[in-house]
C-alpha cells in the first residue's frame, strides 16, 4: 500500500512544520532563493503558455510544475510553512518566534530568487534592450496592473478582494502541500498535488511567491506600478491572507479533523477481577 491515512499525514505534516521552524537560517534562505527562482520560471512557462494558446486552462494546467518540483527537491516555499510551522508551535513543539524566523527567512530568499530570475527573464524577452517583450511582454504588464493598481482603484472593495482571493489561494496550495504525503511514491506524489495547484491558478487566486515574481517582471517591462503600489495593494494583504489560509483553513482544521483518537477505555470486568499472584520479584515490562 503506497497511501497514508488522513491522521499519519497530519502526523507527518507536524513533525515537517517541526524541522522547518529549526533548520538553519542559511539553509532557509538558499531554499528560499532555489524556490523562488523555480516558482518563477515554471510561472513563466505557464504564462508563455497561455499567451501562445490564447486559453488560461493552458496555463493552469502546466503551473504546479513549479509547486511539485519544490516540494520534490526539498525546497521552501513559504506559503506552505504558512501551514506546516504553526502546527508544530500549536502542539508545543517550537516557539511561535522560530514561526516568524522561518516566515521572515523564506520570504527573503524568495524576494533574491524572483527578481533574480526576473531580471534575466527580462533581458532574454527584450533582447537586453534591442527590442520589445512582445506579447508575452505585454501579458507581464497587464498582469501586474490587474493585481496592484486594478485593486487600488476599487479602494476598501479591492483590498477585501485581494485578501479574500490570498485566503482561498493558499487553502487550495497548502492542500497541495498535504497531498504531496498521502502517497509513498513519486508519480502518486506528483498526481495528488497538481490538483488543487491546478484549481488556483485556473481561478486566478492571489499566491504571494507567485508575485514576487510576476509583479517586479511587469513593472520591469513598463507596467506603470509603483512601489508603493506593489506592496500596499497586493504583496503585504496577499501574505497575511495566505497565511490566514494556509494555517486556519488546512493546517488548523486538519489538525482538529484528524486528532489521534483516544485510547480505548479499559475493561471494566477484566479490572475488578483479582491481579493474578506474580511468580518471581520481577514486574512484566
Not at 517583450?133 to 483590498?159: C, E, I, N, P, R
Not at 517582471?217 to 503585504?236: I, R, Y
Not at 495566505?242 to 482538529?256: E, I
Request: aromatic share 10%; hydrophobic share 55%; glycine share 12%.
Amino acid at each position: 500500500m503506497t497511501n497514508v491515512k488522513p491522521v499519519d499525514v497530519v502526523a507527518d505534516a507536524v513533525t515537517a512544520g517541526e524541522a522547518k521552524a529549526t533548520a538553519p537560517s542559511g539553509a532557509l534562505v538558499l531554499r528560499g532563493v532555489l524556490g523562488g527562482a523555480v516558482l518563477a520560471a515554471t510561472t513563466s512557462f505557464a504564462v508563455s503558455a497561455t499567451v501562445s494558446s490564447g486559453s488560461p486552462v493552458v496555463g493552469a494546467v502546466l503551473f504546479p510544475a513549479g509547486i511539485t518540483i519544490v516540494i520534490l527537491m526539498g525546497m521552501e516555499l513559504v506559503t506552505g510553512g504558512f501551514a506546516l510551522t504553526p502546527m508544530a508551535a500549536v502542539r508545543g513543539l517550537v516557539p511561535w518566534s522560530a514561526v516568524a524566523r522561518y516566515s521572515l527567512t523564506v520570504i527573503a530568499g524568495h524576494i533574491i530568487g524572483a527578481a533574480a530570475f526576473a531580471l534575466l527573464y527580462a533581458g532574454v524577452l527584450t533582447g537586453f534592450g534591442s527590442h520589445d517583450a512582445g506579447a508575452l511582454g505585454q501579458k507581464f504588464v497587464d498582469t501586474a496592473q490587474a493585481k496592484t493598481t486594478a485593486y487600488a482603484a476599487l479602494g476598501g472593495a479591492g483590498m477585501a478582494t485581494v485578501f479574500v482571493k490570498a485566503v482561498l489561494c493558499n487553502w487550495l496550495v497548502c492542500l497541495g502541500v498535504f497531498m504531496g504525503m498521502v502517497s509513498k511514491d513519486t508519480i502518486g506524489k506528483i498526481a495528488a498535488i497538481w490538483l488543487p495547484i491546478m484549481a488556483f491558478f485556473g481561478l486566478g487566486f492571489e499566491h504571494a511567491v507567485v508575485n514576487f515574481f510576476m509583479i517586479p517582471m511587469g513593472m520591469l517591462l513598463g507596467a506603470d506600478v509603483s512601489f508603493g503600489d506593489w506592496w500596499l495593494w497586493n504583496q503585504a494583504p496577499v501574505l497575511v491572507g495566505n497565511f490566514v489560509g494556509g494555517f486556519v483553513f488546512t493546517g488548523l482544521a486538519l489538525m482538529l479533523a484528524h486528532r489521534p483518537a483516544r485510547s480505548a477505555a479499559p475493561d471494566h470486568d477484566a479490572a475488578a477481577a483479582p491481579a493474578a499472584p506474580a511468580s518471581g520479584s520481577g514486574s512484566a515490562s
